[in-house]
């Protein structure tokens, strides 16, 4: 097995992502104390995270679907 992120540990970084959004969602992401404005997180940059775990998790899922492989056919026309 290579090192690297696997699909469970993809899986499990995409999961902790979208509870992140939800928390931020509940809460609200700024507020305010007298004159000074605070921020929690950026959403965008959350849902930017939660996309390329998205995508990591379909293409690994990709990779164990066809066992490591990436499959490429050429189909030449021919009029018989």
Known sequence: MRAGITLQ?????????????LVLADGGQSYQ????????ANLNAIRATIKFWEDKVA???????NKGRNRVQRVIP???
């Open 9 to 21: 540990i993809a899986r499990k970084h995409l999961a902790a992502w979208l509870e992140a959004e």
């Open 33 to 40: 104390i007298g004159s000074r404005m605070l921020t929690r």
């Open 59 to 65: 293409y690994l899922e990709s990779v164990e679907k």
């Open 78 to 80: 021919r009029d018989l």
